[in-house]
């Protein structure tokens, strides 16, 4: 998670209002979906990314309380997008309301320690992101990047990874290798 740390380190308080957005590909929807998608004659609105869960129940959100930290839930908008795999999730930030008022740089640099050595997730550098983020980019891959853009005053944190690479099948074999004393990516496409 791109906030647990924050709220781990106290920066972030248990009790923010935070709300968050995540542009995903069609295959986390199943096979309808993906046979929905993979039409030769798709509807034209599948075309276009599309919101979903808009009335605040999706099933994630009890497990991205728990993981974050927090005393209530995130306000959550998925967007289904018209790709196959690929993810990206976003939280943005007001840098007042956390303890310290840090800049975008120092939250960056904060994530960089936190998950230095980790073998499939890593923080890019503060300012190498570019003028946009691909949320494909990670797709085929079990590799989560966490991108920290903004300045003094506003942050967004944003993770990019594979909705299917990082799911439940490559979490059980990276912990089967941990467990065995193998080398944790073993196995895993990187």
Do not use: W
Request: glycine share 10%; net charge negative; charged share 15%.
């Amino acid at each position: 998670s791109i906030v647990a740390p924050l709220v781990q380190a106290g920066l972030l308080p248990e009790d923010a209002d935070l709300a968050c957005f995540s542009l995903t590909g069609y295959s986390g929807g199943g096979k309808k979906m993906i046979a929905q998608y993979e039409a030769a004659e798709k509807p034209e609105e599948l075309f276009s990314p599309g919101l979903y869960s808009i009335t605040q129940n999706h099933k994630h959100l009890p497990e991205m309380q728990k993981i974050c930290g927090l005393t209530k839930p995130p306000v959550f908008t998925p967007i289904l997008s018209d790709m196959y795999s690929g993810m990206s999730t976003s939280v943005p930030l007001q840098n007042r309301l956390l303890k310290g008022h840090p800049s975008a740089q120092d939250i960056c640099e904060m994530l960089a320690s936190y998950y230095e050595g980790q073998a499939l997730v890593s923080v890019a550098p503060f300012g190498s992101e570019g003028a946009r983020l691909n949320s494909g980019a990670f797709a085929g891959s079990c590799r989560l990047e966490i991108t920290v853009c903004g300045h003094e005053e506003q942050t967004l944190l944003t993770a990019r990874f594979d909705n299917l690479g990082k799911g439940v099948a490559a979490a059980a074999i990276q912990n089967l290798n941990l467990m065995l004393g193998f080398d944790e990516t073993a196995g895993i496409p990187l």
